[in-house]
Nanobody, 119 residues
Framework: QVQLVESGGGLVQAGGSLRLSCVAS????????MGWFRQAPGKERAFVAH????????YYSDSVKGRFTISGDNAKKTVYLQMNSLKPEDTAVYYC????????????WGQGTQVTVSP
């Protein structure tokens, strides 16, 4: 099993910044891809960004490209999401997820952290 714990959410004004962290523990060596997702009220969960523990294979959704930056510290088993130029439409619960090397989909999910962007 892999446990994921997110932190760093909060309330920020539009145009502001936040940095989310996700610490992975447990059988992390079985995982290779780490992702961030978000779910706004009344909407389905949506992909935000992903990165491999090796640091490559970085990909962003179009809605955050150029504003958000994903990074990882393999030694600390921590993944970050730096969010700049935040907009009210970025308001959502943000989830960290991990995919096992042998899996097709993300296997493990954190509990989520709330990000609220005020106008």
């Amino acid at each position: 099993q892999v446990q994921l714990v997110e932190s760093g959410g909060g309330l920020v004004q539009a145009g502001g910044s936040l940095r989310l962290s996700c610490v992975a523990s447990g059988r992390t060596l079985s995982t290779d891809l780490m992702g961030w997702f978000r779910q706004a009220p009344g909407k389905e969960r949506a992909f935000v960004a992903h990165i491999r523990w090796s640091g490559d294979s970085i990909y962003y959704s179009d809605s955050v490209k150029g504003r958000f930056t994903i990074s990882g510290d393999n030694a600390k088993k921590t993944v970050y999401l730096q969010m700049n130029s935040l907009k009210p439409e970025d308001t959502a619960v943000y989830y960290c997820a991990a995919k096992r090397i042998t899996a097709i989909k993300y296997d493990y999910w954190g509990q989520g952290t709330q990000v609220t962007v005020s106008p």
